[in-house]
């Protein structure tokens, strides 16, 4: 049973559920011009289901690598958790946020460096890789927005401002670094679980 309305134009839309005649459904609504949306269950004929949004008009997100991302990070916890442990928890925090990312933003042509390189380029550069690290995982994040039907303001300059003259503002511009970085590593890490039917 298949409910649409099709423009001529750049845009085509499908609601409801449409059979492709191979157990291929897709509900919500498709955007077939610039780029294409699929929105709710994808049965791809073997079981796999994919949900939210898909945008297929520019590069497509990454496949499923076996595991759940974590998308539910909070700047409180990593406050409270890193003073607790005497900072070890930073450095946890740090490297699971880049094995993270580099899951969710696997095939655009960039890495995030782990927790040994940040850790010694920072004390090497007395903290300024960690300011170059930050900044380049905000460009990434925002960067790879777009493979997930999302849109991010922030990006790695945004970051590294906050992190620079933020520090002169009471000292708190270090923090808001960090929580742009977690808010936008956590939209995309969602996003990857939600096209992959992990949520």
Not at 87 to 106: L, Q, R, T, W
Not at 157 to 163: D, E, G, S
Request: charge should be positive.
């Amino acid at each position: 049973m298949k409910q649409s309305f099709t423009g001529n134009n750049a845009n085509q839309q499908n609601a409801g559920y449409q059979n492709n005649g191979a157990g291929q459904y897709n509900a919500g609504y498709q955007n077939n011009g610039a780029g294409q949306y699929n929105a709710g269950y994808q049965n791809n004929g073997a079981g796999q289901y994919n949900t939210g949004y898909q945008n297929n008009g520019g590069q497509t997100p990454p496949p499923y690598r076996g595991e759940r991302l974590k998308d539910d990070r909070g700047l409180v916890s990593y406050i409270i958790l890193s003073i607790i442990t005497c900072g070890i928890y930073s450095y946890y925090f740090i490297y699971k946020m880049a094995h993270d990312v580099n899951i969710a933003c696997d095939g655009d042509g960039e890495n995030t460096s782990g927790l040994v390189a940040f850790v010694l380029l920072s004390m090497i550069t007395c903290g300024i890789y960690a300011w170059y690290w930050y900044y380049k995982l905000g460009n990434r994040l925002a960067n790879n927005a777009g493979r997930y039907g999302l849109s991010i303001q922030e990006n790695g300059t945004t970051v590294l401002m906050w992190c620079i003259f933020g520090s002169l503002v009471c000292g708190i511009g270090p923090f808001i670094a960090m929580y742009i970085l977690i808010k936008n590593s956590n939209m995309i890490c969602n996003a990857y679980n939600r096209t992959h039917g992990l949520m």
